[in-house]
Nanobody, 124 residues
Framework: QVRPVESGGGSVQAGGSLRLSCAASDYSYMSACMYWFRQAPGKEREGVASIDKDGSTRYADSVKGRFTISKESAKNTLYLQMNSLKSDDTAMYHC??????????????????WGQGTQVTVSS
């Protein structure tokens, strides 16, 4: 399986917005559980948002109302729109797909394939 490739990270001030993109070169990923997770230095991995094959979405409480996950199957691309960013959102963000399941267990998963990540830095 080919790993997804993330882009769109950067440095923003608190309150700003970023949109992350994830290129899923394997079209089958669009029919699978796809999710974003993040990891900051010294912190545990955190599932941020997930989207099922049928488009159902889930969010971590920490980002609910601020982040939106979506996908564009025709482009094999997953997105994460992040608004009202906070310094606590600073982390490496990874896109992942679990082809073994069309439905994600939660806002994240421990299974699947993920990319190298894209860094998001929010300054206060």
């Amino acid at each position: 399986q080919v790993r997804p490739v993330e882009s769109g990270g950067g440095s923003v001030q608190a309150g700003g917005s970023l949109r992350l993109s994830c290129a899923a070169s394997d079209y089958s990923y669009m029919s699978a559980c796809m999710y974003w997770f993040r990891q900051a230095p010294g912190k545990e991995r955190e599932g941020v948002a997930s989207i099922d094959k049928d488009g159902s979405t889930r969010y971590a409480d920490s980002v609910k109302g601020r982040f939106t996950i979506s996908k564009e199957s025709a482009k094999n691309t997953l997105y994460l729109q992040m608004n009202s960013l906070k310094s606590d959102d600073t982390a490496m963000y990874h896109c992942a797909a679990d082809p073994s399941s069309p439905k994600c267990p939660s806002a994240g998963s421990q299974f699947g394939y993920w990319g190298q990540g894209t860094q998001v830095t929010v300054s206060s």
